[in-house]
């Protein structure tokens, strides 16, 4: 027999001076293979038009739909009610400006970390030629660069992330992701002690304590722990590097302790 749902939702319009943040209850009828996108479209179309959330694939491709269910965070058009209790808490995810009810500017936070990271390949080339022949790159590491690539930026793992909730200046998972995608591209022409300006502070991996929320709810399944410690070892390795004789340093690359740059 089909369950009777019970959506809590969180209600607040900070543009209207007249709203008060609160929680409000919808009912919706579940059925087989139903999302919680569908549970929250249907609640929009026959209960309340103005319930504000983001959509846009409906298939975990554009990151938009990203909240706090039951207090996790998660996208909900990847997310099966059947998965849930019959009774079902959304909140907009935290960190990120909220434009109203469970919608927040994620699209800002992103643009601004990618801006501070300088979130492009940092290449020698300095004009575009069409008739050159197209630049090769073995088929293992372009599939390093793009398993690291598949974030969707929905904001999950920021909205998890323990740090990033004290402070804001703190980049994230996902940011620090991005940069071991340009760590490890070798058209990128940034050396370790640029990338250590940009990270190694407690802005990026130092502000890191570890926890492990991040990984646990990205819904890609974006190895973000790996990438955290590559990063870690990397800057650990440079800022020993005047210290430390060449020939250790290089041992130590060799031993997988620092991912070398291609
Ligand atoms: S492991 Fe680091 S980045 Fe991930 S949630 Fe914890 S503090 Fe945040
Ligand atoms: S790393 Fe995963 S959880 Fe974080 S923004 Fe990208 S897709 Fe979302
Ligand atoms: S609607 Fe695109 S990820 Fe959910």
Request: proline letters at 5%.
């Amino acid at each position: 027999m089909s369950r009777r749902l019970h959506l809590e939702i969180f209600r607040y319009n900070p543009l209207d001076p007249d709203s008060v943040p609160r929680m409000q209850s919808f009912y919706v009828n579940e059925y087989d293979s139903m999302t919680l996108f569908i549970a929250l479209n249907l609640i929009r179309e026959e209960q309340d038009p103005g319930v504000q959330f983001d959509f846009c694939c409906r298939a975990g491709i554009c990151g938009s739909c990203g909240m706090v269910i039951n207090g996790r965070p998660g996208l909900a058009c990847h997310t099966q009610t059947r998965d849930l209790p019959d009774h079902i808490v959304l909140h907009p995810l935290p960190v990120f400006k909220l434009i109203g009810d469970l919608s927040v500017d994620t699209g800002t936070w992103f643009r601004n970390v990618g801006k501070r990271i300088e979130a492009w390949v940092h290449t020698d080339d300095t004009a575009f030629n069409p008739a050159d022949e197209e630049s090769r790159m073995e088929n293992a590491l372009a599939e390093q660069i793009f398993e690291l690539d598949r974030c969707v930026e929905c904001g999950c793992c920021i909205a998890a992330c323990g740090t990033a909730r004290m402070r804001e200046d703190f980049m994230g998972a996902a940011t620090i992701n991005r940069v071991a995608r340009f760590y490890i591209d070798p058209r990128d022409k940034r050396s370790d002690d640029d990338y250590y300006d940009v990270i190694g502070n407690d802005e990026g991996v130092f502000g890191c304590m570890g926890l492990l929320g991040c990984e646990d709810v990205c819904p890609k399944k974006i190895p973000l722990q790996d990438q955290l410690g590559i990063m870690r070892r990397m800057l650990a390795l440079n800022s020993v590097k005047g210290i430390l004789p060449k020939g250790i340093l290089d041992r130590l690359r060799h031993k997988g302790c620092c991912h070398e740059k291609h």
